[in-house]
């Protein structure tokens, strides 16, 4: 008989601890926040400019070094609740190796986000427009069995960042072993909040290309929805894990 959380249970168990670990989650680390969403617009506006300085490459790196913070400080906070330290700027043992982690989650994110974005489009101007159905139905399926693998990878896998935040240990196999959640609500919420990065960078950019309020509107609210699907990742990720932890203690281990 199977010991998986159902997916409503992970969905409830999620909202109830942000419900009451919310207002302490932006506390565990207030500066890091603040830098994280003041960065976030530059971040998510990367990818879409044609000519990038310097200047913007080192506002992403503090952007990534400001989440890897917070994120640490929220998973501590959500799986260790008031044990939790408070957080401040510097970056242990736990922390670098969550720096690792994000940076090639991120990076193997944005070059799928970049490569799915762009290639559909220059398959479909070398073909002068004349896309069937046919196209579209196999575009959709190619995009489908890339993604597909690769949310899965790291559904699976995500309790490893709260592990490493709590206790400076990967553990992948045994964190996928004993893995108490099924990978497709992780899954639904990685897919939404990639979906948003793309479309709010590219709401971003139209708005400082063309100065359209619209655009401007749109693009604040689509950096909320971003900020409101990592909080919603994150906690899961922190859940998962101490369902983990929970189920292990349950069972002795």
């Avoid at 670990?21 to 879409?48: D, M, Q, Y």
């Avoid at 994110?109 to 479909?124: E, F, K, S």
């Avoid at 592990?163 to 990978?183: D, I």
């Avoid at 609210?221 to 932890?245: D, F, K, P, S, W």
Wanted: with cysteine; charged share 10%; proline share 4%.
């Amino acid at each position: 008989m199977s010991n998986k959380l159902p997916a409503s249970r992970y969905f409830a168990l999620t909202a109830s601890t942000l419900r009451q670990e919310g207002n302490r989650l932006f506390k565990s680390a207030p500066w890091a926040s603040a830098v994280f969403i003041l960065t976030l617009p530059i971040a998510l506006l990367l990818p879409h400019l044609s000519s990038v300085s310097s200047a913007f490459f080192l506002i992403v790196v503090v952007n990534m070094l400001a989440l890897t913070r917070v994120s640490v400080a929220w998973l501590r906070q959500t799986v260790l609740g008031g044990h939790a330290d408070n957080a401040d700027w510097r970056l242990g043992k736990p922390e670098w190796k969550a720096v690792a982690l994000l940076a090639l989650l991120i990076a193997i994110g944005t070059g799928l986000m970049y490569a799915t974005a762009r290639v559909p489009i220059l398959i479909y101007f070398s073909l002068d427009g004349n896309a069937d159905s046919v196209f579209f139905a196999c575009l959709f399926l190619a995009l489908a069995a890339i993604w597909a693998p690769v949310l899965y990878g790291v559904s699976t896998f995500a309790p490893s960042l709260a592990r490493v935040a709590v206790s400076g240990q990967y553990n992948f196999w045994r964190t996928r072993q004993a893995r108490r959640v099924r990978a497709w609500p992780m899954m639904c919420m990685l897919f939404l909040l990639a979906v948003f990065v793309v479309i709010t960078g590219a709401l971003l950019a139209t708005a400082i290309s063309d100065m359209s309020a619209t655009a401007i509107g749109l693009g604040l609210l689509g950096i909320l929805l971003c900020i409101g699907l990592l909080m919603m990742t994150t906690t899961m990720c922190a859940v998962a894990y101490r369902e983990q932890a929970a189920g292990r203690a349950g069972a002795g281990e």
